[in-house]
């Protein structure tokens, strides 16, 4: 099997974005667990939604943009 430069190029392509899309990934699950860890140690009347949270956002749009990056790009490629 032959490799040509452009397939080739598409292949460290995939890799690097499918590897930085694991990397936000974790990130987004492990700042999604953290903000619940810390939220869950308030009281009860203390706790918050979270929406109101800016810790689980940034979490959770790590985790997504990972899933966005990882399915459409790297796949793709």
């Known amino acids: ?3 040509t430069g ?7 392509i995939g890799f690097v974005v499918s590897l930085i899309a694991s990397v936000m990934n974790a990130a987004g699950l492990n700042l999604l667990k953290l903000d619940h860890v810390r939220n869950s140690a308030r009281t009860q009347e203390r706790q918050r939604h979270e929406c109101g949270r800016p810790l689980w956002h940034v979490g959770l749009y790590l985790y997504v943009g990972s899933q966005l990056a990882g399915s459409t790009i790297a796949l793709s490629k």
Do not use: N
């Open 1 to 3: 099997m032959t490799v």
């Open 6 to 12: 452009s397939s080739w190029l598409d292949f460290v």
